[in-house]
């Protein structure tokens, strides 16, 4: 038998994984559709633009935080010296037991949380199109219909019309998200979530502040203002009150994002794989 991966010993890892903590999964499932019921009752009682921007905003923010905080969560067990030695120890290998983190807290979350989001956009589109609307309501968007402001027909969210509406930087933070987690999760072994909530946030303004001050040196002078962006996105130059958009040539600049951004997600993943090797007892 394979001593690194076979999918029968994976498949019964796995087994036992989802019998042992399927009541804190189910308990995780649920409060999860609480909150996003939550959002929704704010988000869909809205005019149709609102509901566009705003269910987007919620779709970011929300995935955002529950992924860290579930990745963390699954990963803190092995910060109890009983449940990791039990989970340690079972037969499997090495790269067995991190394929299953991986599954549970990456590919399994994002599954889970966006069929739940689907879910919720679609109660909340039929509420919203079938709803009685106000005549001042109508008459804003009505108005707005002709100025190009309002949309009366909104998709569901799952046919991605508004994919283009989400900027570099949130991809950049939803492919960094997963691994940072987890890396950090398996450096602190004691207040985890704290440990790991407050780091990503210094990591964030370190790289925001960063960005900021490359950029001043760089283009900032006596005659141009620099209005300061976020990373992986157009700088915008203010000169002698016109507007410069300066970013680099494509393709080559989309490639370079993509390969930078690919080279540290791996990078982040190898390392919470050998973070995970030397816990092993």
Partial sequence: MNPYFSMTRFGRLTRTYFIENRAALLLNVGLLLIVLIICALFVYDNLPNFIVQSRLATLTLIGTFAWGTFTVQQVTLLSSKERSISYLLRPASRLEKYLLILLVSGLGFFLVYSLLFVLIDAVGL???????????????????????????????????????????????????????????????????????ALTIVALVAIGILGNETVQSWLFSTDSIEVNYSLPFTAVSLKKEEEFHTLELPQPIGSQLRYLVGVTVVILLYLTAYYRLKEQEV
Avoid: C
């Fill in 126 to 196: 039929a509420f919203v199109k079938h709803r009685n609307w106000t005549d001042s309501q109508l008459a804003g968007i009505r108005s707005g219909r002709v100025e190009g402001l309002w949309m009366p027909d909104i998709e569901p969210i799952y046919r991605f019309q508004d994919i283009e509406r989400f900027s570099p930087s949130t991809w950049v933070m939803a492919a960094l998200i997963h691994p940072v987690s987890l890396v950090l999760s398996l450096l602190f072994r004691r207040f985890t979530l704290p440990f790991v």
